[in-house]
């Protein structure tokens, strides 16, 4: 069973500051891993997909690796903003048709 | 586009009553889910459908039922519910190949908060 560990679970920033959330899991037999914002009270909102053949992807400030044999992934937020506070999960997605495993996410906090 | 839409936002129940938790698209997405989100365990797959007429099994599927009539919709049944069924519970979809390799982005709903006492 693929189980997500995230690390650090929370974390408190000035703005400005460059910051990396980390996503290891057990599996690496995956096919892509997502990687999600969520706001208090509110839904997820997708930001950037990895297929298992790419290292990287890139939106933005936002940049996300994958080193599947390794089973790691990050996300690098440049230039932190407060708009940016929120939870950050990663999913990644295994074979078939059932759904993504999440890790329970970093609670990310962009001090004014 | 009006992406995923779920309702109601929010519902109180009693032990035991039934409910429909709604979910709809209209993105023309094969593939649509329900989680369930607790404090301290992060998303869990209750069902999943990859077209319609077609429903599995998630994670955590005793007390849920699920149909898929449309493409559409996908709603998820109480039948009996229980202060355990307490929690936040998102739909999600995506597209979904012929091949079933893999999937693309899930794009999900701003959830429902159910509250059962």
């Known amino acids: 069973k693929q189980e997500v560990t995230q690390i650090p679970a929370a974390l408190s920033v000035p703005e400005g500051e460059n910051l990396v959330l980390n996503c290891s899991f057990t599996?690496?037999?995956?096919?892509?891993l997502q990687w999600f914002r969520q706001d208090p009270g509110k839904g997820l909102t997708s930001l950037l997909l990895i297929q298992s053949s790419q290292r990287e992807q890139t939106s933005g400030r936002l940049n996300a690796s994958l080193d599947k044999s390794s089973g790691r992934s990050t996300l690098y937020i440049a230039a932190s903003q407060p708009g940016d506070s929120a939870t950050y999960l990663c999913a990644p997605k295994g074979g078939g048709a059932d759904g993504l495993t999440f890790g329970k996410g970093t609670h990310l906090i962009i001090q004014p | 586009n009006a992406g995923v839409t779920q309702t109601p936002k929010f519902q109180v129940l009693k032990t035991g009553q039934s409910m429909t938790l709604q979910c709809a698209q209209d993105m023309n997405h094969e593939y649509m889910s329900w989680y369930r989100q607790d404090p301290g365990m992060g998303l869990r797959l209750i069902h999943y459908?990859?077209?319609?007429?077609?429903?599995d099994q998630g994670e955590v599927p005793n007390g849920y039922n699920v149909s898929r009539s449309t493409t559409e919709d996908f709603p998820l049944r109480l039948l009996s519910a229980a202060p355990s069924q307490t929690s936040v519970y998102f739909c999600?979809?995506?597209?979904?190949?012929?091949?079933?390799?893999?999937?693309?982005?899930?794009?999900f709903g701003p959830g429902t908060r159910l509250l059962v006492l």
């Open positions: 459908s990859v077209g319609a007429g077609i429903t």
């Open positions: 999600a979809s995506s597209y979904w190949p012929k091949s079933g390799a893999s999937q693309e982005t899930q794009y």
């Open positions: 599996d690496s037999a995956i096919y892509n």
